[in-house]
Structures are given as C-alpha cells and as structure tokens.
C-alpha cells in the first residue's frame, strides 16, 4: 500500500500544477461491476473475440451478432452506478479548478460513468456506447434505455439505414476534435495519472511517456502491473475505487 507521505507529495503537487490530466481505463469501472477488456477469465477479450465483435469488418460480416453484444454492454452500463473512484475525480477536479489548476480528463470507458458521477472536463477517446450512429447519414442519438428490438437497429434518420454503436472500433479513427484536445493537454501536463488501464492501446498507452520526457510528475494507480510501471514515478498497486479517496483525503485536509 502506498505511503500517506508518498500520498501527500502527490496531493501538494496537483495543487501546485499548471495543468493536471488524467487517463481513464475500463479497470476503474471494475468497481461499478462492469467487466474490464483483459486480464481474468471473465474479462471481455478472454470470453469474446475483438476482431468479430470491435472491427468495421465484424459490424459488415454479422451486424446482429455485433449490435446485439453492444446493447447488452449499454444495458450494463444503464444499470451500473459510478463508483468511489469515478467520485473522487469528481472531487479532484473541483478542488484542483479552485485553486485554478486545469484539469483534463481523458477516458477510453465508453461508458458514461464519469459524466454521470458529474466530472465535467471529460473527453471520450473511444466514444460512448450510448449514442449510435446511422450508417447512411451519419447522424447520432442517444437511444432510449430499453433494449433495442430488431439487431441490427433500423435507423430513425434513413429507412436504408441501420443503427451502429458510436464507439471507435480497431482500424477506426479516434474522433479528431478529442485527439486534439489531448494533445493540447498532454502539452501543458505537469502531473498525471493513468488510471485503470493496461497501457497496451494507444495512443493513451502513450501519454505518460509524452509526460516523463517532458520532465511531469507520473502515477499510476492500478492493482496489477503494465507496461508503464517501471517509468512512472509513483505506481500505487491499490484498486482505483480505494486509492483516490485517499488522494482526496490528503488534497482537502
Ligand atoms: P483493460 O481491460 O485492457 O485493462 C484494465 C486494467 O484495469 C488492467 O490493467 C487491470 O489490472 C486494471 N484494474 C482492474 N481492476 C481495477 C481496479 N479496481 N482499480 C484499478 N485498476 C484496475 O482496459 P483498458 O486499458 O481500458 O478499446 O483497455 C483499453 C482499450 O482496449 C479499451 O478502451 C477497448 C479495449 O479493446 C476498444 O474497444 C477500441
């Protein structure tokens, strides 16, 4: 377990940044109860395969089976709650913004959790799986929370068109406005956290390097080892959902 000393260098330094970021992974939503990409057996990427269900080519091949599996994670998602960990970001970037810190919040969760626990400088780097998109227009909606009725979707923008699920999938482009705006904060950062995540797709996988050659402060909060641990400064192996009200503690005491 990481040090309270250790904890509170790190809470003066958020106070004293110029620009905080931080970087979210499917680990923090662990704790909601929604199932992370790997690791254990019951993880995603252990139980389904990603090139038939997260690829443009699976979506052409078999557009039921994909929109199928979609909506049942959107189900989840509707039913699962924002945990501590989602919470306590939401206090950090109160607190940070109040002594005129930025702060900047990139996720790769495409679930919502953070706006829902009411963080509010959040990008979605992978989308949200709670705006489908029609594939003939383009155009998105957030569907009503009922379970869809027909796989794949019709499209209420073009009869021809069916509904997708607006989250970036492998060979996709990430949305270039959220690139944008992490690169203009991986710029200014001076601390940052990787949080829940595996570090293994980019570019988030690439931002705390981005950090650590400009001289930052790194952390990474995250029970199990990744491919960044060895280059971070501080690497709490704590669940997300325990660390961060610890980071609290100390930032408002
Ligand atoms: P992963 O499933 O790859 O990694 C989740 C990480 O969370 C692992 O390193 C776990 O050790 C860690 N973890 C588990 N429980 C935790 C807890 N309670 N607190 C903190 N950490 C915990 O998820 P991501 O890194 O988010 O992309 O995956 C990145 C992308 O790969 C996803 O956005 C998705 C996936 O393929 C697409 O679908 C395009």
Do not use: K
Not at 110 to 132: F, K, M, P, Q, T
């Amino acid at each position: 377990m990481m040090r309270e000393s250790t904890i509170q260098t790190i809470a003066d330094a958020c106070l004293t940044a110029r620009h905080v970021v931080v970087v979210t992974g499917a680990g923090l939503s662990a704790e909601s109860g929604l199932s992370t990409f790997r690791g254990p057996r019951e993880a995603l990427w252990s139980r389904y395969d990603p090139m038939r269900l997260a690829t443009p080519e699976a979506f052409e091949q078999d557009p039921a089976l994909v929109t199928r599996w979609y909506d049942w994670r959107r189900q989840a998602g509707l039913q699962a709650r924002p945990n501590a960990g989602h919470l306590a970001l939401v206090c950090l970037e109160r607190i940070v913004t109040a002594s005129g810190v930025g702060f900047t919040l990139l996720t790769q969760n495409v679930d919502r959790l953070h706006h829902r626990a009411g963080s509010v400088n959040v990008y979605e780097l992978h989308g949200s799986i709670h705006e489908w998109r029609c594939t003939v227009t383009g155009q998105s909606f957030e569907p009503p929370p009922q379970p869809f009725q027909e796989f794949p979707p019709r499209s209420p923008f073009d009869p021809r068109g069916r509904l997708r699920p607006a989250v970036v999938w492998f060979g996709e482009p990430l949305p270039a406005e959220v690139l944008r705006v992490a690169a203009e904060a991986m710029e200014s950062c001076d601390v940052f956290f990787s949080i829940g995540t595996s570090s293994v797709v980019y570019p988030a996988a690439g931002f705390a390097e981005q950090v650590i050659a400009r001289g930052g402060l790194t952390i990474e909060v995250n029970p199990n080892e990744t491919p960044i641990s060895g280059r971070v400064n501080h690497a709490a192996r704590e669940s997300s959902g325990s660390w961060l009200p610890r980071l609290i503690a100390h930032i408002s005491l």
